[in-house]
T-cell receptor, first 117, second 112 residues
Framework: AQKVTQAQTEISVVEKEDVTLDCVYE???????LFWYKQPPSGELVFLIR??????QNEISGRYSWNFQKSTSSFNFTITASQVVDSAVYFC??????????????FGQGTELSVKP | EAQVTQNPRYLITVTGKKLTVTCSQN?????MSWYRQDPGLGLRQIYY???????DKGDVPEGYKVSRKEKRNFPLILESPSPNQTSLYFC???????????FGPGTRLLVL
């Protein structure tokens, strides 16, 4: 079975704190892709990052960084020096690859991050 | 502007009254999907389409129909809506089977 688990339902931090959002996934496929999406209070879903299962290098983009560890089936997301504008619901997601499931995307339950001034 | 559009954005209807939510993308994407978002459950895929006339069930297809007669359009049809289909619906599209999916603004549906 394929599954994505985000155990943290809600996180509240004060501005400028660092925060890590956890994501654990399950899949039997050897090839797969992992994603993070952001859903701000306005409701739209914004793509943040995609990572394939063969690339375990950490990724950094400004204040955002992602730690992919295949050994623990985790793809965690860290925001450094958080800001109020980071307040949103963040979703981790998995796409399996066999191509007969092309386009299938499995989401976690989401983590609601609240950054207070 | 590259985008995915959905209509209507808000809809209140009654049990059993057929409705269609339209979805259109202008990016020439091959893949399109429908999701529903419910509190505590995240987003769950309803149907997805790999190309014109090629669709497949996602995780929660019961009570929904889709069609893909043109590449840019992927309407979601509720033949006989029920209150448990009250939800926030998103359409999405992507270039490839494993590419980033780009989402529409969402359609909030209330079935009374």
């Amino acid at each position: 079975a394929q599954k994505v688990t985000q155990a943290q339902t809600e996180i509240s931090v004060v501005e400028k704190e660092d925060v890590t959002l956890d994501c654990v996934y399950e899949t039997r496929d050897t090839t797969y892709y992992l994603f993070w999406y952001k859903q701000p209070p306005s409701g739209e879903l914004v793509f943040l990052i995609r990572r394939n299962s063969f690339d375990e290098q950490n990724e950094i983009s400004g204040r955002y960084s992602w730690n992919f560890q295949k050994s623990t089936s985790s793809f965690n997301f860290t925001i450094t020096a958080s800001q109020v504008v980071d307040s949103a619901v963040y979703f981790c997601a998995l796409t399996p690859v066999p191509y007969n499931q092309g386009g299938k995307l499995i989401f976690g339950q989401g983590t609601e991050l609240s950054v207070k001034p | 502007e590259a985008q995915v559009t959905q209509n209507p954005r808000y809809l209140i209807t009654v049990t059993g009254k057929k409705l269609t939510v339209t979805c259109s993308q202008n990016m020439n994407h091959e893949y399109m999907s429908w999701y529903r978002q419910d509190p505590g459950l995240g987003l769950r895929q309803i149907y997805y389409s790999m190309n014109v006339e090629v669709t497949d069930k996602g995780d929660v297809p019961e009570g929904y129909k889709v069609s893909r007669k043109e590449k840019r359009n992927f309407p979601l049809i509720l033949e006989s809506p029920s209150p448990n289909q009250t939800s926030l619906y998103f359409c999405a599209s992507s270039w490839t089977a494993v590419g980033a999916q780009y989402f529409g603004p969402g359609t909030r549906l209330l079935v009374l």
